[in-house]
Nanobody
């Protein structure tokens, strides 16, 4: 079974940067699109970014466009989320998810395998 594992979260000051990593337990994730979602306290889980299995197509939520970059290294079975210019509104638990679909999607119901999440806290 594919089980993504996130890492790289932490505490950062506003304006700073973090890079999250999502490692897959099986190489089969390399054939699927992978997305990042986040959930702030009291809010629903929301889409952040997604990338196709070969990195040829990406998708971003409007609040993170121009600040976040999603990428992947299939040789390392890892997907990254580079987050720059962080602000307090980015504070959330960030989840990595893999979908059996080949195309990118914003819909969390279309993702089949989820990680446990990593906390990102931005202090203002």
């Amino acid at each position: 079974q594919v089980q993504p594992v996130e890492s790289g979260g932490g505490l950062v000051q506003a304006g700073g940067s973090l890079r999250l990593s999502c490692a897959a337990s099986e190489r089969t994730v390399n054939r699927h699109a992978v997305g990042w979602f986040r959930q702030a306290p009291g809010k629903e889980r929301e889409f952040v970014a997604a990338i196709t299995w070969n990195g040829g197509s990406t998708l971003y939520a409007d609040p993170v466009k121009g600040r976040f970059t999603i990428s992947r290294d299939n040789a390392k079975n890892t997907v990254y989320l580079q987050m720059n210019s962080l602000n307090a509104e980015d504070t959330a638990v960030y989840y990595c998810a893999a979908t059996l679909l080949l195309a990118v999607t914003k819909k969390k119901d279309e993702y089949d395998f989820w990680g446990q999440g990593t906390q990102v806290t931005v202090s203002s």
